[in-house]
């Protein structure tokens, strides 16, 4: 890792396995190296969710049963997930993106915290 890639911080499960395979698993990590690097993703990779936040993203990981999402953020010094699950459906279910919502301000009132200390 070089000292200008961003950190990642997992504020939930990592990719492992189950349910990703190997494959995804090395997948995914290729594409969050990239954003560690400062590259960025699109279709049909990466898709923006305003509905959870400015510089949120969603990380698509076709595995050979379904496709995973990697639900991340980017932060001028870190990537941040908050979520990974196999979505089945079109619609990003409501209670994902209120937990990502929920665990980003979590992560942003610590981070603050941890400036005002």
């Given at each position: 890792m070089s000292p200008t890639d961003k950190s990642i911080v997992?504020?939930?499960?990592?990719?492992?396995?189950?349910?990703?395979?190997?494959?995804?698993?090395?997948?995914?990590?290729g594409f969050l190296r990239l954003l560690q690097r400062g590259d960025s993703l699109s279709m049909p990779h990466s898709r923006p969710m305003p509905t959870i936040g400015a510089r949120c993203h969603e990380l698509r990981i076709n595995d050979h049963d379904a496709t995973k999402r990697i639900f991340y953020r980017?932060?001028?010094d870190?990537?941040?997930?908050?979520d990974i699950l196999v979505k089945k459906t079109r619609a990003t279910p409501t209670r994902v993106i209120q937990g990502c919502k929920n665990r980003f301000k979590e992560y942003d009132n610590a981070k603050r915290e941890e400036k005002a200390t």
């Open positions: 997992w504020l939930c499960d990592t990719v492992r396995t189950p349910p990703f395979s190997q494959q995804a698993r090395c997948e995914a990590g980017i932060d001028s870190a990537i941040i997930i908050a």
